[in-house]
T-cell receptor, first 112, second 116 residues
């Protein structure tokens, strides 16, 4: 079902370090996963996606890993920059008219 | 590509009035649009799914007479909050699906609604 959290988990990293944001998804039938970045007061921005027939996909400074066995998704950000500070949401979809089911989100804070 | 706009970006209204929010896909045709609501420090909550030319499908607990959705064209969907009350104050975000990827949803910048 959809996630409604009371508060967001936070991750604080030093500028230049690598960040790893984790997400546990709920539906074993989901076959498409997306990571979104949401800055304060703005809509979510697409970062990277992955299909269930893959276990890793790389973009520019970002990598998404998918472990279907334990229903786990992670987003790795290399050389984290202050501009990466935002809330990151994973989302899954599969069936049900293509609705996205969002995770609760993780707030990433980058210290200069 | 895949740009979605929303208008207005913020609105303040008196209790009892109705507010219309527009969502437009600017560079692609959106066969399906979605409306979400987001409270501070929380995830996005899907309100309804809107397909062009047909009635919207509302999520459980969302009042269809309260939140009127119209998707009259492949580039425009509107959400009208009728008889708004302070508890309707929230951040409303739309997304659109279509174009090259029929699965990826692209989000608008959101509309901040404050009902006094």
């Amino acid at each position: 079902g959809e996630s409604v959290g009371l508060h967001l988990p936070t991750l604080s990293v030093q500028e230049g370090d690598n960040s790893i944001i984790n997400c546990a998804y709920s539906n074993s039938a989901s076959d498409y996963f997306i990571w979104y970045k949401q800055e304060s007061g703005k809509g979510p921005q697409f970062i990277i996606d992955i299909r269930s027939n893959m276990d890793k996909r790389q973009g520019q400074r970002v990598t998404v890993l998918l472990n279907k066995t334990v229903k786990h998704l992670s987003l790795q950000i290399a050389a984290t920059q202050p501009g990466d500070s935002a809330v990151y949401f994973c989302a899954e979809t599969g069936g049900q008219g293509g609705k996205l089911i969002f995770g609760q989100g993780t707030e990433l804070s980058v210290k200069p | 590509g895949a740009v979605v706009s929303q208008h207005p970006s913020w609105v303040i209204c008196k209790s009892g009035t109705s507010v219309k929010i527009e969502c437009r896909s600017l560079d692609f045709q959106a066969t399906t649009m979605f409306w979400y609501r987001q409270f501070p420090k929380q995830s996005l909550m899907l309100m309804a799914t809107s397909n062009e030319g047909s009635k919207a499908t509302y999520e459980q607990g969302v009042e269809k007479d309260k939140f009127l959705i119209n998707h009259a064209s492949l580039t425009l969907s509107t959400l009208t909050v009728t008889s708004a009350h302070p508890e309707d104050s929230s951040f409303y975000i739309c997304s659109a699906r279509g174009g090259e990827s029929q699965e990826t949803q692209y989000f608008g910048p959101g509309t901040r609604l404050l009902v006094l």
